[in-house]
């Protein structure tokens, strides 16, 4: 069965960008116990260490009200830190920890080679 692409379609070319890396990161996230989505998290706090919870949701390109969910998972893996804002001591930051941002820093560059190799990226 010949595979079907759409050139014109920008949604389903993200779509299989997405597949893409899911397939490729998929073994690694698997041996770290570790979901797609809590990449999307370390993925958005190792581009911004330090952010507040409700900025990481839109950092990550997740819903707010899953978000915690996943932080509270990857808080008890010890791949991230929560702590009190003191700035807004009735807000959280939340950052890599060293754990975290090595894993986050070798999924990148997995991400990266994946994205290189197939164009996944690529704009038509």
Known sequence: MPRIESANSTTLRLKRAELSMRRSLGPVLDAEHVTFE????LAALLEH???RM????EAAVLPAATLTR???????R?????R???ADRRRAVVALSARGEHLATRLHEL???VAVSADVLSVR
């Open 54 to 57: 409700t900025d990481l949701a």
């Open 84 to 86: 009190v804002d003191p």
């Open 70 to 76: 996943h932080v509270d998972r990857l808080v008890e």
């Open 38 to 41: 809590h990449w999307q998290v």
């Open 78 to 82: 010890a791949l991230v830190i929560r």
């Open 49 to 51: 260490p330090g952010i």
């Open 111 to 113: 991400e990266s080679r």
